[in-house]
């Protein structure tokens, strides 16, 4: 590679980020939506430059005075009760859209809260919370549906009052508060982390168990034929070898020096260890906003599984951590989903909307225009690289945990996913197969294609 | 959505608040803390016996620190009037645990354990569930105490004001929130620790505004005066590095149109002194060592 294609990859204009940046809040409009202000390089002690910082930091005041509340029209009251159990917010009569992840039912209608759910409904300004007494905790006990309680007689808990119980007992930390209200303010739907699925070691072996007894034993002799054509041809008994072998074409050159067996997906779900160190520990389960088919009860798999982290305490997890952490996650093999329709389900309800063309589409439309002038020939091919890449980078079992990475008030997101180099496994085989047939997959060589 | 009826009601330290920037630029790191005329800010602590945080959520205290002392601090919570937004974000303040030493051992706050604080002053509270209730008038003026209310709301702290009596009752040493930081977080050493505070006071009192360096893969970001209008010049790096890190560094800083610091301290402590107090060990500061790296494409 050449020091101009080297160059050439870093971009001449920097793109920046707008939420890298400390915002200006003088462009903080009716929308909410940031603009790019215009900021000086260096303070020069000109009047004009300190009245425009003055005017920016009012700006600031001005919006994080505003007032945290909401209409007594749509009035949800919460009480902070300390009686030990997981949770420890109580709403006896609940109002609003808000309760499609949060909370969990009670006898009699009642929701109760844990603690970060409460901090981020409060926060937002959409429930006000009181501190409970031994009243409240007996018309708690004897609550029916449409009982009425007097507030004014509780004390009404401030933010700050709220922040010192919610997060003064280690159970949650303010890491995790930030990356929850993070991905809240966003529309995600958020649950604390909880495995649903079992255990994948014992979903995957007993799998493998299956099918090796189903295959009995006439196979098994088969195995033990095809160990003398296998793949590995690099000679070690005969050191004569190279001396004696002519080879005709580079595949089988690289074929020949394979000498190191490589990770194969879930090869580490094939030891039954599954205990997960306690720095590393799943934390949410998080759905995307527009997931249909959520439901607080019975929830399907998570679009995301996230670990919080904090950057100055937690280094990043080892290798054996990450398999754990893998092996820990809810997660359907491919061989045990029924329909193979899942897929193409997901393409047609993405094709039903109904928005405007936007750029992406056009994009996608010109893209499939330029591949159909293609040939059929030069269509496979690129649909065979594009495929292998894809998973060298995602890999072929599509599992993944996100990293929310917290130091000092500051967020970063990153996903870990098990990228595949082997190529060999059951379930790149099977996408590449269908592809071009009986090639050998694990040589990255594309002279043959 | 408008005013908050807070902002007028504590008029105790509103003058500070419009003070000339020119002039707060002058105050910040200047040593005279001692001889300041302001009552220690309460550093409120989170959680203080398991992983000390402090959260300032006093709107006045926030504004001081900013404009006063140049402490920025990150805000985290949800801003009410735009809640489905990341960008705009608003009480609490969240600050690290460098520039809480700083304030501390300036003298320019003091840390109290909060929650043993908020419940021992529960007691001799009045508020009750009508303080909460307001009227806001259709030009947006905010009423207390009206006899209609039309709006409930929550409060960022109490009104009652600071119980000094109670405050000293439950302060929190330095070297008590120090010693239980190092102990919630395995992978720093007492000695880390105290050069990184050392080196982030070099900057601290050389005027800069300092932000945390995570989003530029750095451990602080140094502005020239607040970020609110000036944008960042340099990325620090705290502590020791090797060749990768200047190259991954300073080629990154330089992409975002920064350079890149490289900055450590030596203090001569012994490691197995532990008896040594922390608080002696801030007294003898030796003067860090600063490298600047810029990354050079020659071509």
Not at chain 2, 13 to 34: C, F, I, L, Y
Not at chain 2, 55 to 71: A, E, P, S, T, V
């Amino acid at each position: 590679m050449s020091q101009d294609d080297d160059e050439s990859v870093i971009p001449r204009e920097v793109e920046f980020d707008i939420e890298d940046e400390t915002p200006d809040w003088s462009t903080l409009s009716g929308s909410g939506i940031p603009k790019r202000g215009d900021k000086d390089f260096e303070p020069d002690s000109t009047a004009i430059q300190s009245q425009s910082l003055q005017s920016a930091r009012e700006a600031m005041y001005g919006a994080i005075s505003g007032i945290r509340g909401h209409h007594v029209k749509q009035l949800l009251v919460g009480v902070w009760i300390e009686d030990g159990s997981e949770y420890c917010c109580v709403i006896p009569r609940i109002k609003g859209n808000y309760f499609r992840d949060i909370g969990i039912a009670g006898p009699n209608n009642v929701v109760y809260l844990n603690e970060l759910e409460t901090v981020y409904l409060v926060e937002r300004g959409s429930m006000v919370i009181y501190l409970a007494n031994e009243l409240f905790m007996t018309f708690l006990k004897e609550f029916k549906k449409d009982d009425e309680f007097d507030y004014d007689t509780l004390y009404p808990l401030d933010l700050e009052f709220l922040y010192s119980l919610a997060f003064g007992h280690g159970k949650y930390g303010i890491d995790e508060y930030q990356i929850y209200s993070y991905l809240k303010r966003h529309g995600y739907m958020v649950l604390p982390y909880r495995q649903f699925t079992t255990s994948q070691v014992d979903r995957y072996n007993a799998y493998q168990d299956k099918i090796n007894s189903n295959q009995g034993i006439w196979s098994t002799i088969t195995n033990w034929f095809g160990w003398f054509k296998t793949e590995e041809k690099f000679p070690i008994i005969d050191s004569m070898h190279y001396l004696q072998t002519h080879y005709f074409n580079f595949t089988d050159v690289f074929q020949s020096l394979r000498l190191i067996q490589s990770y194969e997906t879930f090869d580490s779900l094939k030891s039954k260890d599954s205990k997960i160190d306690d720095d590393f520990k799943l934390t949410f389960n998080v759905w995307k906003p527009g997931n249909s088919t959520f439901s607080k009860k019975n929830p399907p798999l998570p679009d995301f599984q996230i670990l919080v982290v904090n950057a100055d305490k937690n280094g990043f997890p080892k290798l054996g951590d990450i398999q754990k952490l893998l092996n820990g996650i809810n997660y359907e093999f491919s061989f045990e989903i029924k329909n193979s329709n899942g897929v193409k389900a997901e393409k047609k309800i993405r094709k039903k909307n109904t928005m405007a063309t936007s750029k992406k589409e056009i994009r996608q439309a010109q893209r499939e225009k330029r591949i159909q002038s293609q040939s059929i020939d030069q269509q496979t091919r690129n649909e065979y690289l594009k495929t292998r890449d894809s998973i060298f980078k995602n890999g072929a079992s599509g599992r993944s945990i996100i990293l929310g990475v917290v130091s000092n008030g500051i967020i970063n997101f990153f996903n870990l996913i098990e990228g595949d180099f082997n190529l060999r496994g059951e379930l790149s085989k099977n996408k590449l197969e269908g592809i071009y047939k009986g090639r050998n997959h694990g040589i990255i060589y594309n002279g043959d294609l | 959505m408008t005013r908050d009826p807070r902002h007028s009601m504590d008029t105790s330290r509103q003058h500070d608040n419009d003070m000339e920037p020119a002039a707060v630029d002058k105050m910040v790191g200047s040593d005279t803390a001692s001889g300041s005329l302001e009552p220690p800010i309460i550093l409120p602590v989170i959680n203080a016996h398991q992983d000390p945080q402090v959260l300032i959520f006093n709107l006045n205290d926030l504004k001081q620190l900013r404009n006063q002392y140049g402490i920025l601090g990150v805000l985290l919570g949800t801003l009410s009037q735009y809640p489905q937004q990341n960008f705009f974000l608003s009480i609490p303040l969240r600050l690290s645990v460098y520039e809480v030493v700083w304030l501390v051992e300036t003298r320019r706050g003091i840390l109290v354990d909060q929650l043993k604080y908020r419940k021992d002053k529960l007691l001799t509270s009045k508020q009750t569930g009508k303080d909460i209730k307001v009227h806001v008038r259709k030009d947006g003026v905010i009423e207390e105490n009206a006899h209609e209310y039309n709006f409930i709301t929550t409060r960022n702290t109490d009104k009652e004001g600071r119980n000094e009596e109670l405050i000293h009752e439950h302060q929190i040493q330095l070297q008590e929130y120090i010693d239980q930081y190092i102990v919630s977080n395995k992978q720093l050493s007492r000695k880390q620790f105290m050069c990184n505070y050392q080196n982030f006071k070099y900057f601290k009192e050389l005027n800069y505004y300092i932000s945390p360096g995570l989003k530029f893969g750095g451990d602080l970001v140094l502005y020239p005066s607040d970020p609110l209008r000036f944008h960042s010049h340099s990325i620090v790096r705290l502590g020791s590095i090797d060749l990768n890190d200047i190259i991954i560094g300073g080629r990154l800083a330089t992409g975002v149109k920064k350079n890149y610091i490289v900055v450590d301290t030596q203090i001569n402590s012994n490691e197995d002194h532990d008896h040594e107090s922390i608080i002696t060990i801030l007294q003898k500061p030796d003067t860090p060592k600063v490298f600047s790296v810029e990354w050079a494409g020659f071509g």
